[in-house]
């Protein structure tokens, strides 16, 4: 299993099309094969900050993702919106259990 994760700052004058961009690109991403979860939200006490949560069940499955038609549309709009910063990351391997 790979993990995506991290954060994504948008500029304030952009957040609002980021969202809008983020909804479209999610509703399609949940239907690609592969993914086990997929999340993109806002970040509570923040205006402009934005998590990233994936779960891939492997490379072949994310490198996919990245081909498809929805994720160049929701980088087009990224690049519109004003990234102010961005810090996201894969992590490879481990086993998920419950935490107790």
């Given at each position: 299993m790979l993990i995506v994760t991290g954060v994504i700052e948008i500029a304030?004058?952009?957040v609002e099309a980021a969202k809008v961009a983020a909804r479209a690109m999610v509703a399609e991403t949940i239907k690609e094969a592969g993914g086990l979860t997929y999340e993109f939200s806002q970040v509570i006490g923040s205006e402009t900050l934005f998590r990233v949560y994936e779960e891939w069940t492997d490379q072949a499955a994310l490198?996919?993702?990245?081909?498809?038609?929805?994720?160049?549309?929701f980088q087009?709009?990224?690049g519109q919106v004003g990234v102010v910063s961005r810090d996201v990351y894969r992590v490879v391997g481990g086993e998920k259990q419950p935490l107790r």
């Open positions: 304030p004058e952009g490198e996919a993702h990245f081909a498809v038609p929805h994720m160049a549309v087009q709009a990224l």
